[in-house]
């Protein structure tokens, strides 16, 4: 599983994802441009930082590499750590200071870059010092929203998310 950040605003916008993802897709061969998804949510995806002309998402604490997916019945695992296990990951929004902006993030497939995965889904996580977010379901895929604020650096500490397993029989 991947987990990608993006950023999301307007005022920012696409500017230069097209001229990216020639780019994108030459380095990345798997990564599908035509999946509405990619078009909607992604058209930006790296597998850990994501460029645009003069701002560029950095993720600075990168999330473990294995974190348990669970069923809906089962009890929170909760969020998601930092490879050193201690922390969270942390992303941060370079070049672009003006006002608050979110941050979307979603569990990516493994194999195709920029593309939701199937079966797992993100989950908010709510505890008393967690980063404050919201979900949106969008095309059958939950999305978590973090505020990325001027006054924080434009950093986002990602200690929201945990993963949800989908069953199979829900997916079909």
């Avoid at 695992?77 to 070049?95: A, F, N, T, W």
């Amino acid at each position: 599983m991947q987990q990608t950040f993006q950023t999301n605003n307007n005022n920012i916008g696409n500017q230069n994802c097209n001229q990216n993802q020639n780019s994108l897709q030459n380095e990345h061969p798997q990564y599908n441009q035509n999946s509405i998804i990619n078009n909607r949510l992604a058209p930006c995806a790296y597998p850990s930082r994501s460029k645009n002309g003069k701002y560029e998402l950095k993720i600075l604490s990168q999330p473990e590499d294995q974190h348990r997916a669970r069923y809906l019945t089962e009890g929170s695992r909760g969020s998601i750590k930092d490879k050193s296990g201690h922390g969270y990951p942390i992303v941060k929004l370079c070049g672009y200071t003006r006002q608050p902006i979110k941050i979307q993030c979603f569990i990516g497939h493994d194999k195709i870059i920029g593309v939701p995965h199937l079966f797992y889904q993100a989950s908010k996580i709510a505890g008393k010092n967690s980063t404050a977010c919201l979900v949106k379901k969008m095309d059958g895929t939950s999305i978590i929203m973090m505020d990325a604020i001027p006054s924080n650096n434009m950093e986002v500490v990602v200690d929201c998310i945990g993963i949800l397993k989908v069953s199979f029989s829900i997916v079909s």
